[in-house]
């Protein structure tokens, strides 16, 4: 039996992780989960983690300990992104995150958090130039790769916006124009380098249930959902279907979860004013992440995905 690897994030929405063993070469998923622990909630008025956002991360903290020990995981990193990295207690709720799971989660910046999500994507597309949008419930990350090296880090160029589906919707609510005025000013002044490749591929929620929506599927399924294209005109009429729901009928007419239907406006408000920031037409949803290249970090040298 080849070691076994834990890799979570601490999202502004989510908390998720994916366990997998590294044996002869390889990694093999045994187990992926998350829940919606919404850290993020709330922060727009005081920039805390507020006590019911941290009650449901210490419980679900408490399950993934349950599971790790059951699986037998040896090694194990977990990083928080922006929900930790603003908030003025999160001194505090680390240090009742490591109580709970039994093992330290560090924060990252931005930057980093792009990387590592980078490199996640990089683990199901591994070839050719890549651009990727995370967009999160407090942060989004742009990050614009060329075409890989044989050997070494790859280098690539990483936007990180403090603008997320979930502190957005608390600011602006579902007002279109203040979304997209507020996601433009986060984009002001930014030129990536080099030309961007000619398909954006869109992490979690938002492109996951943009792929469900335009295949007319209410469960997902990820083997429909991953690499599923979508135009920019198309995604436009998928924007404004949705916009005419409430979250209610989102989540009845659209399969959409009670957690994404509430930010889904806000989520593609901030996909498409990016889409034209960079001239992009056409996205590509995945449901490689954070929690991926996360694994891929402390998984063996030799381990491949």
């Not at 979250?247 to 034209?276: M, N």
């Amino acid at each position: 039996m080849g070691m076994i690897v834990a890799g979570a994030d601490f999202g502004s929405n989510k908390t998720g992780y994916i366990v997998a063993e590294a044996k002869g070469g390889e990694l093999v998923q045994l187990e992926r989960e998350s829940r919606f622990t919404r850290l993020a909630q709330g922060m727009a008025v005081n920039g805390r983690i507020h006590g019911e956002s941290v009650i449901r991360t210490l419980l679900w903290c408490e399950e993934m300990r349950k599971r790790f020990k059951k699986l037998g995981v040896a090694r194990f990193r977990g990083v928080g992104t922006e929900a930790l990295r603003r908030a003025s207690n999160q001194g505090q709720v680390l240090e009742m995150i490591e109580d709970v799971l039994g093992w330290p989660v560090e924060v990252v910046s931005g930057e980093e958090e792009g990387r590592i999500t980078f490199k996640g994507v990089r683990m199901r597309y591994s070839k050719g130039p890549l651009a990727v949008i995370d967009i999160g419930g407090g942060s989004t990350e742009v990050v614009i790769g060329g075409e890989p090296p044989k050997k070494g880090d790859e280098a690539v160029a990483v936007k990180s916006l403090r603008a997320g589906a979930v502190i957005l919707t608390e600011r602006c609510g579902e007002d279109w124009d203040a979304l997209v005025k507020a996601t433009r000013s986060e984009l002001r002044g930014y030129v990536p380098d080099g030309e961007p490749p000619g398909m954006l591929t869109v992490l979690g929620g938002t492109g996951a249930n943009l792929a469900m929506m335009d295949l007319d599927e209410h469960d997902l399924d990820e083997e429909h959902v991953e690499g599923h294209v979508i135009e920019r005109r198309r995604l436009e009429e998928l924007r404004k279907k949705t916009q005419a729901m409430s979250p209610k009928q989102r989540i009845e007419k659209l399969g959409l979860l009670p957690q994404r239907a509430d930010v889904q406006i806000a989520g593609l408000a901030i996909l498409e004013t990016v889409l034209d920031h960079l001239g992009i037409k056409a996205v590509r949803a995945t449901r490689y992440a954070l929690r991926h290249g996360v694994l891929r970090s402390i998984a063996p040298r030799d381990a491949t995905p």
